[in-house]
Nanobody
Framework: QVQLVESGGGLVQAGGSLRLSCAAS????????MGWYRQAPGKERELVAT???????NYADSVKGRFTISRDNVKNTVYLQMNSLKPEDTAVYYC???????????WGQGTQVTVSS
C-alpha cells in the first residue's frame, strides 16, 4: 500500500506562484512514476505533469513553460512549482504514484489551488 500526502495549495493572484509537495510512504517499490493531476468543477480530471524515478518528464501543453515537476527519490517526494498562474489553473490538484508493474494509480487526497483574477 502507498499513502500520498499533498501540501502547498492555497489562494494566489493571477501571475503569482505556488509550490506543491507530495510525500509518499508505504510499499513504493522504487521504480515508479509520480505526477500531478487536477480537476476543476464540472470538468474531468486531467494530467498536469509526470516524472519517472529515472527523471523522464511529461507536461500538459497548457502548463509547459510555466510549471516544473521534480522529485527527490531519497525522500520519496514529488514537487510542482507553478509560476505565472492563471485563473484557469484553479482546481483541486491530486498527487499520483504508479509502479511500473501495475495498471492503476495511487492518489492523494487533493489540495485546492485557487487563482484570482
Amino acid at each position: 500500500q502507498v499513502q500520498l500526502v499533498e501540501s502547498g495549495g492555497g489562494l494566489v493572484q493571477a501571475g503569482g506562484s505556488l509550490r506543491l509537495s507530495c510525500a509518499a510512504s508505504g510499499l513504493i517499490f522504487g521504480i515508479n512514476t509520480m505526477g500531478w493531476y487536477r480537476q476543476a468543477p464540472g470538468k474531468e480530471r486531467e494530467l498536469v505533469a509526470t516524472i519517472t524515478s529515472g527523471g523522464r518528464l511529461n507536461y500538459a501543453d497548457s502548463v509547459k513553460g510555466r510549471f516544473t515537476i521534480s522529485r527527490d527519490n531519497v525522500k520519496n517526494t514529488v514537487y510542482l512549482q507553478m509560476n505565472s498562474l492563471k485563473p484557469e489553473d484553479t482546481a483541486v490538484y491530486y498527487c499520483s504514484l504508479r509502479r511500473t508493474s501495475q495498471t492503476y494509480n495511487y492518489w492523494g487526497q487533493g489540495t485546492q489551488v485557487t487563482v484570482s483574477s
